[in-house]
């Protein structure tokens, strides 16, 4: 919560930290904020890009007194709305915690989902300990209107949050594809009454995956969604091409690693391990609303 008599930006408290997690960019700031709708037209007005910093989302973090480091995370996406999870945040939620809190390498963030354990390593990388098993879910028809770029159908995973996974020919056809005019379909998939995040997976060298991520909340394409990659690389390994741990290439360039164990269909002890960067700090103007 922002102190009395800080000047603060629609809301917002003025200092903040743009942190990016495989180009997953984010707006942090130190402390828990009451969101209301002015707050969130804040955020929206933040995250544009062009007029505001420019961000995926926006994390307020609080740490917990006492002998166990926790840090609370509240996300919203740059649509200004909550969600209860983002792994790629909660990566760069606890490097935070660890460079700014003085929590420590090891902590747990405490997410909208649950506790997520979290080691913080040299070189700006972070593993996350997921909270619970992640299974695929219903197999859910795709939109393809030629039938050639991506499979008939897509499979739904929950990873704190929902998505839809679906396999293409092959990572030429990956690159292929027309998000902007295939994905918003996928997103509001009529069998997914919360919609969901789309991600377009292909067979990559060396055994890898390359990922393209359409989200909700940003409602475009982002450079990389780290609970998608989750969702991805479980999908991948029950259907047999992949085995755990899997890698996976994002749109970004960096790559993300899924470490599991499947039992039963089932994928438990499930890790997230990539970078988790601080990119510069800054003091809002209220010129940007």
């Known amino acids: 919560m922002t102190g009395p008599g800080e000047r603060t930006v629609g809301g917002l408290p003025r200092r903040f930290t743009k942190m990016s997690g495989a180009g997953n960019d984010f707006l942090v700031f ?50 200004g709305g909550a969600a209860r999870f983002c792994a790629n945040g909660t990566r760069c939620a606890a490097r935070f915690g660890s460079l700014r809190l003085g929590t420590g390498p090891e902590l747990t963030v405490r997410t ?40 008939r159908t897509g499979v739904a995973v929950s990873v704190g949050v929902p998505h839809l ?15 902007a005019s295939m994905a918003p379909g996928l997103r509001h998939h009529p069998a997914l009454p919360d919609g969901a995040n789309v991600h377009f997976v292909a067979p990559a060298a060396g055994g890898r995956l390359a990922i393209r991520s359409w989200e909700r909340g940003v409602e475009g394409e982002t450079l990389a969604c780290g ?8 999908v991948a390994a029950c259907r047999g091409p992949v085995a755990p741990p899997v890698t996976l290439a ?7 690693v899924v470490s599991f164990r499947l039992d039963g269909g089932v994928a438990r002890d499930v890790t997230l391990t990539g970078d988790a960067r601080v990119v510069f700090e800054g003091t809002l103007n209220e010129e940007v609303l």
């Open 30 to 79: 130190d402390g828990r904020v009451e969101v209301g709708p002015r707050e969130r037209a804040t955020i929206r007005h933040l995250c544009e890009r062009g007029t505001g910093v420019g961000a995926d989302g926006v994390l307020f973090l609080n740490a917990v007194p006492g002998n166990v480091p926790i840090v609370v995370a509240d996300y919203y996406n740059a649509d």
């Open 250 to 256: 994002t749109r970004s360039g960096e790559e993300l």
């Open 165 to 179: 996974v679906v396999f293409t020919s092959g990572r030429t056809e990956l690159a292929r594809l027309d998000l």
């Open 112 to 151: 909208g989902w649950g506790n997520v354990g979290a080691t913080v390593h040299p070189g700006a990388r972070v593993t996350l300990r997921l909270p619970e098993p992640v299974g695929p879910g219903e197999e859910l028809s795709t939109f393809d209107p030629e039938e050639i770029l991506v499979e």
């Open 227 to 234: 609970s998608g990659v989750v969702a991805a690389a479980v």
